[in-house]
């Protein structure tokens, strides 16, 4: 994806830099790849009704949008970001230790508020010290990222066929061992010391720093790939109980879960051969466009009789819908934000996201309960949104050219 190579790197690049970096996107998305699928099976579980699911499932996302760009500032002035990613494991697996409290709603909402912060903050501080990599020494950021994808995919699958054998209560346990692998990891990831002033990927310098963040072409890119990837909140919260209704168990929900981050993969590994040459903004309307196909085809599966391997096929597009979108965000973070404010950018998109999937599942619960798997007609139109708006942040870029 995005790669190249420093002249004037002021250190040594770390043994294994790469790898290391693997390994802690591996750790940190091992938790994902059973929270994403299967916590709203356990909050089911608990006796939740959809719309205290989609409270339980939202709220902490809007946390996520206010605490995610502050540790991003924070690790951006720190010594080294890997110290505050470090810290952000060990008091996640703090914090998750709570769920095994026999709380009901109020409580279980409690501590994934809590638990929201440390966690969520993971991903954005690992992107950005593998993209710290990707300016100093040339490092791959898709090759390192792509073991973020693996893992959720095993995860994933293999805690489909673990809670169908040992049950739905299995699940708080099964999130705070794999925090905990966590937590051990962020300890090997390589520090590297302040952000650098200078970034080769970035024609902007220290001077222009804080208003290439502020260009209204940035601004409606991030706004743009907030819509899109907020069109996934209704199947992110509701996908999974809604397979398990019509009778998929919970080993194929697994399996269909997998799918989605195997064509992530595939996306992944070959973006750049792939995507590389076009503007970030082009790759977004893309995987826009792919987004609005994706939720328009998906309620039709099950009455078309396709079953499984329609889903699975529908699934798939996961590529496009998230894999390209992201990607195309992490380019234009690379290409025009300068590395001592990417910190910053990286919290910034954070925060747009967040701030649309958090808005997006807190509706999804009542609009579930009134009309099922038909509000994923309601997400065809958020991505149609999110397109528009990618197409107006090209013409903008084209201006300040």
Known sequence: ????????????KPPRFELRVALAYFAIFTSSGLH???????????????TQIAIVLSMPLFVRVIAAPLVSMLADR????????????????????????????????????????????????????????????????????????????????????????????????????????????????????K??????????????AGRALRRPAFVTFLIATGITQASHAYGYSFSAIYWKSIGIEETMIGALWSISVVAEVIMFTSFRRVFGRLHPARVLMIGSAVAMFRWMAFPLIAPAGLGVAGFLLIQSLHAFSFALSFLGMQKMIALTIPEERGGTAQGLSTFFIGTSLAIVTMVSGPLYSATGIYGFYAMVALAACGLVFANVALKLEQREI
């Open 195 to 208: 952000p650098r002033r200078l970034s080769p990927l970035s024609n902007v310098d220290m001077a222009d």
């Open 1 to 12: 994806m995005i790669a190249a190579a420093s002249a004037d790197t002021y250190q040594e």
């Open 36 to 50: 994403l699928p299967y916590f709203p099976l356990w909050l089911e579980y608990r006796a939740l009704t959809p």
């Open 78 to 193: 720190s010594n080294d970001r890997a110290h505050i990613l470090s810290i952000a494991t060990v008091l996640a697996a703090i914090v998750a230790a709570f769920y095994f409290v026999p709380f009901g709603f109020a409580g279980i909402l409690v501590v994934s508020l809590l638990l929201a912060p440390p966690w969520t903050s993971q991903v954005p501080l690992a992107d950005t010290i593998a993209l710290s990599g990707v300016r100093r020494y040339g490092a791959d950021f898709a090759k390192m990222r792509v073991w973020g994808s693996i893992s959720f995919l095993l995860t994933s699958f293999v805690g489909g066929i673990f809670i169908q054998q040992v049950g739905e209560h299995i699940i708080p346990w099964a999130l705070l061992g794999l925090l905990v692998a966590a937590c051990a990891v962020s300890f090997i990831v390589p520090r590297i010391g």
